[in-house]
């Protein structure tokens, strides 16, 4: 029998949100989700390894604690940091093993500063790496493809810090998307597949949840059979839920109606561009720009809130984009906004291209973060595409606009989902551009008007 392993995992995070030596976090508790992934990570583990969770977002490290092996998981906008952790603990002469999307896609550069790294998803690895380093062979390198996720390990959610996230009760019915946006990290990191859970064992894991969840699936209606039986089979549950998809959901009347039905009170939709050009370029053909308004208020008659995703920068961009995007967010009543740089993350088809072409600028991974431009854009200055998006921020989460949504909302939503997910959205996100400053560098930016 193997010896007990004490395996400490860490989820580095941004330094505007980390936890300070005092223990007191900044930042909104709404974008603090659950560590899902590392939760699964914990549950893959043989029964030997005892795990602990450190989320930078929640608590400090401590370079004392006493671990037979630390796993850091990691994006590209915190590799850095993890990086840094990494080479503190070997140091101290204890073993390192890395996962996550950044490792995954740069192996080589990540294996520079850990003993190990796992390429892909957890439950293809884990088990092997963690036999591999209790005999004293653990290898530089692990892939075994995308998991099977028929038997999915429950995670135990008493592994986090519970009150400290905005629901504890997170979980997935698939991973992956149909789709294959060239600009798409999640895809790539799935490997252009979708996978989906048996329906039962959804429903088994549900019904230990409360009544709020998170689905932190990637496009939960990628396989419309498949959302339907799910959907269908939640109704007697009667539990209210959120998850992202694709705008298809407002194509489908039996979809969108099994969706409300089975209690979804929002949902993320990555509209990206207005700019039917720019959606064909990406390889996003389920979107088509000229339906926006009329997708958005069909979702809305189903009593589904509309939070979505907007990128700015791509090629048929112009300076006039930010004003007409605030325009349409109005006009099309979207509920909440996560607007972003088009960021070519490595893995992607996307940075291939973008690094091919030498119009990649700045491999700093610190600011691989949604909020730096990284490449040289083709219709306007990189000081115009970061003011610029930083204005539409800094509108749409006005005082005046959020207060005015909010009491829109009213009209269309039931009250339980303005309450519960499109206000803490909005607070949330005025709270997160205080810090990040945006509000300050948006009013320094006044954009040509539609007609320019």
């Known amino acids: 029998m193997a010896r007990e392993v004490r395996f400490v995992l860490i989820c580095p ?8 030596k005092a223990g007191k976090h900044r930042g909104a508790r709404a974008f603090r989700f659950s560590m899902l992934p590392s939760l699964y990570v914990a549950a893959s583990m043989p029964p030997y390894v ?13 370079y004392d604690i006493e671990a037979d092996l630390v796993g850091v998981s990691f994006m590209t906008f915190n590799a850095p940091r993890a990086y840094e952790i990494g080479d503190r603990f070997r140091a101290k002469g204890i073993p390192v093993i890395f996962g996550g999307f950044h490792p995954s896609f740069l ?9 190990s790294v796992c390429i892909g998803e957890a439950e293809s690895n884990v088990p092997k790496m963690m036999e591999d380093f209790a005999a004293g062979r653990l290898q530089p390198f692990y892939d075994g493809g995308p998991a099977d996720l028929s ?25 992956g998307c149909p789709y294959r946006c060239t600009f798409c990290s999640v895809a790539a990191f799935s490997r252009y597949t979708f996978r989906k859970r048996p329906v039962d064992e959804v429903v088994d894991e549900l019904r230990g949840l409360g009544g709020n969840v998170l689905f932190m699936d990637d496009n939960i209606i990628g396989e419309p059979d498949y959302a339907k039986e799910l959907f269908a089979a939640m109704i007697p549950l009667k539990k209210r839920w959120l998850s992202q998809c694709s705008i298809r959901l407002a194509s489908d009347a039996e979809l969108l109606r099994l969706a409300s039905a089975s209690g979804c009170c929002g949902i993320f939709i990555g509209i990206e561009s ?9 390889n996003k053909h389920v979107n088509r720009a000229k339906d926006y308004v009329r997708a958005i208020e069909q979702i809305h008659q189903a009593g589904i809130g509309v939070y979505t995703g907007v990128v700015f920068g791509m090629d048929w961009d112009t300076p006039d984009v930010f004003r007409q995007t605030l325009e349409f967010l109005d006009t099309a009543r979207v509920d909440a906004l996560q607007a972003t740089i088009l960021t070519p993350f490595p893995g992607t088809p996307l940075f291939d291209e973008m690094d091919r072409a030498g ?6 991974w610190g600011h691989y973060d949604f909020g730096h431009v990284v490449f040289d854009p083709v219709h306007m200055s990189p000081e115009t595409l970061k003011t610029g998006m930083d204005w539409v921020s800094s509108q749409f989460y006005s005082r005046r606009r959020v207060a005015r949504r909010l009491v829109r909302a009213f009209g269309y939503l039931p009250p339980s989902v303005v309450l519960r997910a499109i206000a803490p959205l909005n607070l949330g996100y005025r ?9 300050e560098r948006g009013r320094t930016f006044t954009p040509p008007t539609s007609a320019a």
């Not at 192996?107 to 003993?115: C, G, L, T, V």
């Open 13 to 20: 995070t941004s330094p505007y949100w980390r936890t300070t």
């Open 274 to 282: 207005l700019s039917q050009d720019n959606l064909t370029a990406w």
């Open 151 to 175: 038997g999915l390990p429950v995670p135990d959610r008493n592994l986090i810090r519970r009150s400290s996230y905005i629901t504890p009760d997170v979980m997935q019915a698939t991973r």
């Open 107 to 115: 192996p080589e550069e990540a294996i520079q500063h850990a003993d």
């Open 431 to 439: 709270l997160r551009h205080r810090a990040f400053g945006t509000f």
């Open 359 to 364: 119009r990649i600028v700045d491999k700093d």
């Open 50 to 62: 005892q795990t602990r969770i450190i989320d930078e977002d929640v608590e400090p490290i401590d």
